[in-house]
């Protein structure tokens, strides 16, 4: 089989769509009788970096030119790895994966309007791939398509996550994601400040725009501590330095990290008001936002750590990738 995938970047760096693609890559390449291709935003003529433009001009006009490259054009299948990459591949021969859907009514911006119309182009595609049942019924809004063509399984997460000893006696609060509004750290940053617990830190790691903002929150206290960008062979030290790993993010595709806490042993807390994938959801410590200052100070948050553990080891890279070649074989 002549395989293409099309990413934006296979990189830890851009998020969870950078792992998701490192990840699919990863587990399809030990397929010896696959021919494997790539294409990312690393073939593009602009170098690459996070600037949004450069990248619609990657998946909206580059990427037509470069699916019709000899190498890829004559592929059995293609798989888009986000709505953005399928605009200009071939409906007939391409799976796209589709990690968010959003109420259509609420997008306003140019490039609100760009994920909607490559949603739209991504239910023309042969195969479609969703992280989560979730997101059957809003996708309905975009328009018509044959839900026969739906397959729904979780994302690969690396079997490089497992517990070790805590190696300090400081009671420590962490998580890691973007820093972006929708993340919510100012929400965690506010409730570690209000429950003022001894001996104690928090554990910010990630980048992004909202950083001196979030500093200001913070207004110096030197319990709290922004890490910054955490390299994918320290992620695991990351989590297990943890006693309590908190997500507050209003809305995620998937939630990858919490699964990756869980790997770690770690409990883990989410908001009440956080659109979760269900099955992850349920699986951690809920509580309001009032309320996650108590729940820390009080530490009373429990999980059931065994049954979490078990629940990380069916999203292995091996068999996520076997069920994306039972999809490929669809076509």
């Known amino acids: 089989m002549d395989l293409t995938l099309i990413t934006r970047l296979i990189d830890s760096r851009i998020g969870g769509i950078g792992t998701y693609s490192q990840h699919v890559f990863n587990g399809l390449k030990e397929y010896p009788d696959i021919n494997l291709k790539l294409i990312s935003q690393e073939d593009s003529i602009l170098s690459y970096d996070e600037n949004p ?3 619609f001009f990657y998946s909206f006009f580059e990427l037509k030119w470069i699916l019709n490259k000899k190498e890829y054009k004559n592929s059995d299948v293609f798989h888009a790895l986000s709505p953005m990459e399928c605009i200009h591949s071939n409906k007939s021969k391409t799976v796209v994966t589709i990690h968010d859907v959003y109420d259509i009514d609420e997008y306003k911006s140019i490039p609100e309007k760009i994920m909607v119309k ?3 182009e991504a239910i023309k595609c042969e195969r479609i791939v969703l992280n989560k049942w979730e997101l059957l019924e809003p996708l309905r809004k975009y328009g018509k398509f044959d839900e026969d063509k739906i397959t729904i399984f979780g994302p690969a997460i690396s079997g490089e996550f497992y517990p070790k000893p805590k190696d300090n006696g400081v009671f420590s609060v962490g998580t890691i994601a973007r820093l972006d509004s ?16 001894e001996n104690s830190q928090l554990l910010i790691a990630g980048k992004g725009p909202e950083l001196e903002n979030l500093k200001r929150v913070a207004k110096g206290d030197e319990r709290i501590k922004f ?4 390299p994918d062979n320290e992620v695991n030290d990351f989590y297990n330095s943890l006693d309590v790993f908190v997500f507050p993010s209003l809305f995620e595709g998937y939630g990858m990290p919490i699964v990756e806490a869980m790997a770690c042993e770690k409990p883990v807390i989410t908001l009440d008001d956080s659109e979760i994938t269900k099955d992850v959801k349920e699986r951690t410590y809920v509580c309001s936002k009032e309320d996650l200052a108590n729940v820390l100070r009080d530490r009373t948050y429990k999980c059931d750590i065994k049954s979490n553990v078990e629940f990380f080891k069916e999203h292995s890279i091996e068999k996520r990738a076997k069920q994306f ?7």
């Open 182 to 197: 929708r993340k919510r750290n100012d929400v965690l940053i506010k409730s570690f400040l209000d429950a003022d617990i």
């Open 53 to 55: 433009l450069k990248y």
């Open 227 to 230: 890490l910054g960008f955490i």
């Open 325 to 331: 070649i039972d999809v490929y074989n669809e076509i």
């Open 118 to 120: 490559s949603i739209k």
